[in-house]
């Protein structure tokens, strides 16, 4: 709550106000002068509020310093805040100098028209400060009324617009289909193979099926996780991080999927075994090999660090052949942030909506989740481009061919290039793909409406269409909804042509 009325000198002398930055556990003062100095800032950041005097009136510089405190309080980087000290003090020299021949403080930004104009050229250029001069600006409109803050509120910020750019980009930004599919073979082959260990293992699903920071995935503690016998299922208890108004850690309780299960009835008594508290926990000397067992359980209980492990699963599928054809040289690069971008960008391109991507994101409003969203445009051709025309119109579907000997001719006769046949719940094949890759994208579904795919002629296509009515009516989304429907018409068109 703001002061509406505050008893204070008109030439200074503010109250101390006091907030506790608990990231960095430092203690700031705001008064007469803000000064922010720590060992992580390059240079200290300073703002005078008693220069603002004459510039705003005293109820707008309480707001100010209010905000402040708030911003501390909530945990934001110190980083951002010496941006918002340096922006704040931007602003008061932009409007002393349009209000030069005034020396009344400002009532509006919109009063004057040229006044206006200039902060307006001022905030485009300046659009991540837009959340924190919305936030002193309140909703008693100290700088603007109403019909101009849906015009600030308006202006996509700075990092909206590059999470946009980013969800395309093949070096940082979601991962297509095809990349993985073949990161994730290259995973397991090298698994298989000793060239990569357990922790590289589960550190990869954890990052890819559950989008999980670096931090969060390191920091995970045996104790953190529970088997629950009544669901067959660990439940992993996890902290949210990046939280604002977070004055303690807040944690969620997260019910984990099938093949991260299977990891962690291994990964688990294998941790207590060898007396470690960290799920994912140092396994390798100082050169980087792999060491005797004996000598783990010797190894001090430490956590792994991440981006290590993620740098050796990227050389070694590197090494195995892994290749995209989106960068130069083919290399995929592999970070948590950019497992994060895949998950949630497919999420949004499957039609979930904000506040489903912040729950699935654990972001604490629906900013950051929206930009996923507005990325789709964006996004979707990229994510896309390798499943080529399993996602295009019902019309491709009428290019495929039909393999008239059935299933049991082709598995005699075909036996060296039928790459996969599909089935339904019931394990009854419906047809053979036609080409000499091995897809796996949404299949079988995505295989009715591809030219490649060539049904058998005794395909249980009545079954199958069954299947799919009853997967339409159960998916909340539309948009899944409007693409299963065009697989039911699929099916229809199959039926007649094999009649």
Request: aromatic share 10%; charged share 25%.
């Amino acid at each position: 709550m703001r002061p509406i009325e505050v008893d204070v000198p008109a030439f200074g002398g503010l109250t101390d106000l006091y907030a506790y930055h608990h990231k960095t556990k430092s203690q700031c003062i705001v008064g007469d002068i803000f000064i922010l100095a720590h060992e992580s800032l390059r240079n200290e950041a300073r703002i005078d509020f008693k220069e603002m005097f004459g510039v705003f009136n005293l109820q707008v510089i309480e707001a100010v310093r209010l905000e402040f405190v708030s911003f501390i309080s909530q945990g934001y980087a110190l980083s951002t805040i010496a941006t918002y000290i340096a922006k704040t003090n931007e602003l008061v020299r932009l409007i002393k100098k349009e209000k030069a021949n005034s020396a009344e403080p400002l009532k509006s930004l919109c009063a004057e028209p040229k006044l206006w104009s200039a902060f307006w050229q001022w905030i485009d250029k300046n659009r991540n400060y837009k959340t924190f001069i919305c936030s002193w600006n309140g909703e008693d409109g100290l700088l603007w009324s109403d019909q101009y803050g849906t015009l600030i509120q308006a202006l996509p910020t700075q990092s909206s617009r590059d999470k946009i750019a980013r969800a395309a980009d093949p070096y940082s930004g979601a991962l297509t289909e095809s990349e993985v599919r073949d990161v994730t073979f290259g995973v397991c082959k090298a698994y298989e193979q000793g060239l990569l260990h357990i922790e590289h293992l589960a550190t990869y699903f954890l990052a890819l099926l559950l989008g999980y920071r670096h931090s969060q995935i390191v920091n995970i503690k045996v104790q953190d996780l529970t088997y629950s016998e009544e669901l067959k299922s660990w439940k992993l208890k996890l902290e949210i991080i990046k939280q604002k108004n977070k004055g303690v850690p807040v944690y969620v309780v997260v019910r984990l999927p099938t093949i991260i299960n299977t990891l962690l009835d291994y990964l688990v008594p294998l941790c207590r075994a060898r007396n470690k508290d960290y799920l994912i926990h140092r396994t390798t000397s100082y050169s980087g090999c792999h060491i005797p067992e004996e000598l783990i359980r010797e190894l001090p209980n430490s956590k792994c660090i991440g981006n290590v492990l993620l740098n050796r699963i990227q050389e070694v599928i590197y090494s195995l052949g892994v290749r995209t054809a989106r960068v130069e040289g083919g290399k995929i690069n592999l970070n948590f942030i950019r497992f994060k971008h895949t998950l949630l960008t497919r999420a949004a391109v499957n039609g979930a909506t904000a506040y489903e991507l912040m729950y699935l994101g654990m972001h604490s409003d629906i900013t950051s989740a929206r930009s996923y969203i507005d990325s789709i445009p964006a996004a979707q051709a990229r994510i896309r481009e390798e499943l080529g025309v399993a996602f295009s119109s019902i019309a491709q579907a009428f290019l495929g061919t039909i393999y008239d000997g059935g299933y049991e001719r082709a598995i005699q006769e075909m036996p060296d290039s039928i790459k996969r046949h599909y089935g339904i719940a019931r394990a009854k094949p419906i047809g053979v793909c036609g080409s000499d890759i091995d897809c796996t994208d949404h299949a079988p579904i995505a295989c009715l409406l591809c030219p490649k795919f060539r049904p058998f002629r005794d395909a249980p296509f009545g079954e199958y269409k069954e299947y799919l009515v009853a997967e339409c009516e159960a998916q909340p989304s539309y948009q899944v909804k409007a693409k299963i429907q065009e697989y039911v018409q699929a099916c229809d068109m199959w039926i007649l042509r094999l009649s």
